[in-house]
T-cell receptor, first 114, second 112 residues
């Protein structure tokens, strides 16, 4: 199975600042996604990170707030911009293994905004 | 939109007991996935199911893809303290761009 790492694992940030989260996969994958998990909640898809083109955002999420980069098939970044306390969540990178329908998640980045 | 129903929200069992969790959908899925999440960690894939009627085991865990393709269950046998966590079901409908739909999760507590 794909091994996914995320940096940072956690951070405490001041409101109004931005944080960029990195996701690295140990193999080339076609599909990469970013999810948010608010405290005590299930997972919500933010966007699909497309290699070489703009990410595809889900309803309620916009590029200005959550810019995403995906320069190659093993790496992606998610930026949480102009943060507010409501952005405090776990942010998760996820990939679908090529040739299967199996989806794996990274360890997550726990973000606290003060 | 598609929704997955997982209930109850919490389950409390005694160590050594078996437990069964169900997940139902209002629509058909082609793939069912079961995940476990420990506090502060990302979800870890437990079992993946790809065919209606499929029954798959992973150690003490067994999961089945319902014949109607609208439900799945996960059984944990002979529970141990490290089974504590949140169990999520997730389903994916047909279609190249179909996304995973998640249930709300069941928090399992195991009393020693």
């Amino acid at each position: 199975s794909a091994v996914i790492s995320q940096k940072p694992s956690r951070d405490i940030c001041q409101r109004g600042t931005s944080l960029t989260i990195q996701c690295q996969v140990d193999s080339q994958v076609t599909m990469m996604f970013w999810y948010r998990q608010q405290p005590g909640q299930s997972l919500t898809l933010i966007a699909t990170a497309n290699q070489g083109s703009e990410a595809t955002y889900e309803s309620g999420f916009v590029i200005d707030k959550f810019p995403i980069s995906r320069p190659n098939l093993t790496f992606s970044t998610l930026t949480v911009s102009n943060m507010s306390p409501e952005d405090s969540s776990i942010y998760l990178c996820s990939v679908v293994e090529g040739g299967t329908d199996t989806q794996y998640f990274g360890p997550g980045t726990r973000l606290t905004v003060l | 939109g598609q929704q997955l129903n997982q209930s109850p929200q919490s389950m409390f069992i005694q160590e050594g007991e078996d437990v069964s969790m169900n997940c139902t959908s209002s629509s058909i899925f082609n793939t069912w996935l079961w995940y476990k999440q420990d506090p502060g960690e990302g979800p870890v894939l437990l079992i993946a199911l790809y065919k209606a009627g499929e029954l798959t085991s992973n150690g003490r865990l067994t999961a089945q893809f319902g014949i109607t393709r609208k439900d799945s269950f996960l059984n944990i046998s002979a529970s141990i303290p490290s089974d504590v966590g949140i169990y999520f079901c997730a389903g994916r409908a047909a279609g190249a761009n179909s996304k995973l739909t998640f249930g709300k999760g069941i928090t399992l507590s195991v009393r020693p």
